[in-house]
Structures are given as structure tokens and as C-alpha cells.
T-cell receptor, first 112, second 112 residues
Framework: DVKVTQSSRYLVKRTGEKVFLECVQDMDHENMFWYRQDPGLGLRLIYFSYDVKMKEKGDIPEGYSVSREKKERFSLILESASTNQTSMYLC???????????FGDGTRLSIL | QKEVEQNSGPLSVPEGAIASLNCTYS??????FFWYRQYSGKSPELIMF????GDKEDGRFTAQLNKASQYVSLLIRDSQPSDSATYLCAATDTGGGNKLTFGTGTQLKVEL
């Protein structure tokens, strides 16, 4: 079975802090994704990566950056956290082609 | 803007009945379609995927695809209370990179 592991289930940070969310997959998947999910808005793509050191902006990249130094790890960085970044963050990965995305358990992030 | 549309529900069905969940998509070039189940507070879990026109069955679940009508559906036979969840429909993005566009989900309630 595919295993996508997110570093924290719950996280509380303060406005202005730099926040790191980590995601690791164990299936040698090439593609990795970061989403946020908010009530009524569904899943929105923040960034994705199709190879080591490669990244592309999704639909809502503002205020975020990413890092992919190793194939199995994809990090999401909130450069200066703001209250409107309070959300559920979901990491997903997939092999190439039209294969399904597999999700981690999610991180519920609260910015105070 | 590529869209995947779902009725938000809630869709209420009695235990043992067939639940029918529907989805339309705007990107005529979408090739692959996925249904995810999401329990409250949890991450999405893959239920079915379908690539070709017609029906695909897996246990109590049947996915149906009609590319001419840009329509995808999920049928759940013999619905159980444990099927109560939000069901997300997703379609691949013709922009590539295995990106998916998600609908906002349909809430299903299976009543005793």
C-alpha cells in the first residue's frame, strides 16, 4: 500500500512565523502535491512537483513556497504565516501517467 | 477556469438503497476521473477511478462515465451507514503534470 506521511496532524502557530509542513511518500512516486481544503471551497492546489528540485505553481501559490530536495520528500513553507492560512493542508503523491493521487492524513493548521 | 461540479447535498438514502452521486466537468480534454470518499476530519480516500466510457464495477460501487455529456457518476448499492461521508469527484487536467481538478463534494447520509 502507498504510504504518504505528513509530519503533524495538528499545528498551532503565530502570525508572522515561518511554518514548515513536511510530507514523505514511500512509493518512489514522481509527482507530489500540496493542497489546502476549506469548507465550501473544496481542495485547492497550492504547488506541485514532478521531479526532484522541480516545482510548479498551482491555483493559490501566494504566501507559500515549496522544496523538493529528495524524491520522497516535499515540503510546504509558509514564509510569514497569516490568519487566512488557517486551514487543512493535504499532501498527495502519484506515479506518472493517469494514476490516482494518494493522500496523507492531513495537517490541520491554526494561525493565531 | 476548469471546473468540476457536484451537488453539495446532503443526499439522504435509506439503508440498503442505491445512492447515486453525480458530477459534471468542463474540460473536454480530461482523460481520467476519480471518486474519493472523505469522512469528516479525515483525508480523501480513493474509491474508484475510470478512464473509458461506460461502467466500471468494484464490489458495491459502480462508476459511470459519459465523455460526450461530460458526466461522471458513482452508484453505491446496498448503502450502509458507514457509507455516510462526503464524496469528491476529480478529473485530470489537460495541462498535464497529473494535476486534478476536484469538485466540492456531495455529502451522503445513509439513514437507518
Amino acid at each position: 500500500d502507498v504510504k504518504v506521511t505528513q509530519s503533524s496532524r495538528y499545528l498551532v502557530k503565530r502570525t508572522g512565523e515561518k511554518v514548515f509542513l513536511e510530507c514523505v511518500q514511500d512509493m518512489d512516486h514522481e509527482n507530489m502535491f500540496w493542497y489546502r481544503q476549506d469548507p465550501g471551497l473544496g481542495l485547492r492546489l497550492i504547488y506541485f512537483s514532478y521531479d526532484v528540485k522541480m516545482k510548479e505553481k498551482g491555483d493559490i501559490p501566494e504566501g507559500y513556497s515549496v522544496s523538493r530536495e529528495k524524491k520522497e520528500r516535499f515540503s510546504l513553507i509558509l514564509e510569514s504565516a497569516s490568519t487566512n492560512q488557517t486551514s487543512m493542508y493535504l499532501c498527495a503523491s502519484t506515479y506518472r501517467g493517469n494514476q490516482p493521487q494518494h493522500f496523507g492524513d492531513g495537517t490541520r493548521l491554526s494561525i493565531l | 477556469q476548469k471546473e468540476v461540479e457536484q451537488n453539495s447535498g446532503p443526499l439522504s438514502v435509506p439503508e440498503g438503497a442505491i445512492a447515486s452521486l453525480n458530477c459534471t466537468y468542463s474540460d473536454r480534454g480530461s482523460q481520467s476521473f476519480f471518486w474519493y470518499r472523505q469522512y469528516s476530519g479525515k483525508s480523501p480516500e480513493l474509491i474508484m477511478f475510470i478512464y473509458s466510457n461506460g461502467d466500471k464495477e468494484d464490489g458495491r460501487f459502480t462508476a459511470q462515465l459519459n465523455k460526450a455529456s461530460q458526466y461522471v457518476s458513482l452508484l453505491i448499492r446496498d448503502s450502509q451507514p458507514s457509507d455516510s461521508a462526503t464524496y469528491l469527484c476529480a478529473a485530470t487536467d489537460t495541462g498535464g503534470g497529473n494535476k486534478l481538478t476536484f469538485g466540492t463534494g456531495t455529502q451522503l447520509k445513509v439513514e437507518l
